[in-house]
């Protein structure tokens, strides 16, 4: 993960995912169909408050940073994963997952990997994802969870208490002509992945 990126999924803007992007884990889902994705236009430049002193001349008078994230349709209702995308200069990314789910979805997630490792393999260490994606691990356990084994094939991978992969973006690239398909094709590399998340949480993909 970027460095200083955490908790910054706040603003939205609008965009969509191919439905042709599901994954192994999304089985019969994966016909041609709207996925259940919903957008929020975000705002735009944050002015500091008044104790800042907005008229002095000083470098974070504003903030350096915008955000566009892909709500699932039930998102406010249940937590779900979603896609983001962080604009700052020097700092650009793309991801998406769960970040900081409560305890009794960490475990979901944990159980459906371990009873599901082979899709999970399938979605989240394929050669093409890994050499595209890294996971977030800037908050893992020391441990391997109370009831796993710990010489589980993935038992890294359910130490993770964010269930994120991100990949870094040049600023060449997203002040670039081509910023439009970098994205589409981030957002179908990614859709396995959280395609896998929505089944373990059964959800729609």
């Given at each position: 993960?970027?460095?200083?990126?955490?908790?910054?999924?706040?603003?939205?803007?609008?965009?969509?995912?191919?439905?042709?992007?599901?994954?192994?884990?999304?089985?019969?889902?994966?016909?041609?169909?709207?996925?259940?994705?919903?957008?929020?236009?975000?705002?735009?430049?944050?002015?500091?408050?008044?104790?800042?002193?907005?008229?002095?001349?000083?470098?974070?008078?504003?903030?350096?940073?915008?955000?566009?994230?892909?709500?699932?349709?039930?998102?406010?209702?249940?937590?779900?994963?979603?896609?983001?995308?962080?604009?700052?200069?020097?700092?650009?990314?793309?991801?998406?997952?769960?970040?900081?789910?409560?305890?009794?979805?960490?475990?979901?997630?944990?159980?459906?990997?371990?009873?599901?490792?082979?899709?999970?393999?399938?979605?989240?260490?394929?050669?093409?994802?890994?050499?595209?994606?890294?996971?977030?691990?800037?908050?893992?356990?020391?441990?391997?969870?109370?009831?796993?084994?710990?010489?589980?094939?993935?038992?890294?991978?359910?130490?993770?208490?964010?269930?994120?992969?991100?990949?870094?973006?040049?600023?060449?690239?997203?002040?670039?002509?081509?910023?439009?398909?970098?994205?589409?094709?981030?957002?179908?590399?990614?859709?396995?992945f959280v395609d896998y998340l929505c089944a373990?949480?059964?959800?729609?993909?």
């Open positions: 993960m970027v460095p200083g990126a955490q908790g910054r999924l706040r603003s939205a803007c609008t965009g969509t995912v191919p439905a042709t992007a599901r994954g192994p884990a999304a089985g019969a889902r994966g016909s041609q169909r709207a996925l259940p994705l919903r957008s929020e236009a975000g705002r735009g430049i944050a002015l500091p408050p008044a104790s800042r002193h907005p008229f002095r001349q000083r470098q974070d008078a504003y903030k350096r940073w915008q955000g566009a994230r892909l709500f699932h349709a039930r998102g406010r209702q249940v937590e779900a994963p979603s896609f983001y995308l962080h604009l700052e200069p020097g700092a650009c990314f793309i991801g998406a997952g769960l970040w900081h789910p409560e305890s009794a979805t960490q475990r979901t997630i944990r159980q459906f990997i371990f009873d599901n490792p082979g899709s999970w393999k399938a979605a989240a260490h394929a050669p093409a994802f890994r050499r595209r994606f890294e996971f977030e691990a800037d908050e893992k356990l020391v441990r391997p969870p109370r009831g796993f084994p710990a010489d589980f094939e993935f038992i890294d991978d359910l130490k993770h208490r964010n269930f994120v992969a991100v990949r870094v973006l040049d600023d060449a690239v997203v002040t670039g002509p081509k910023l439009r398909q970098v994205v589409e094709k981030d957002l179908q590399g990614l859709a396995p373990a949480l059964d959800l729609e993909f």
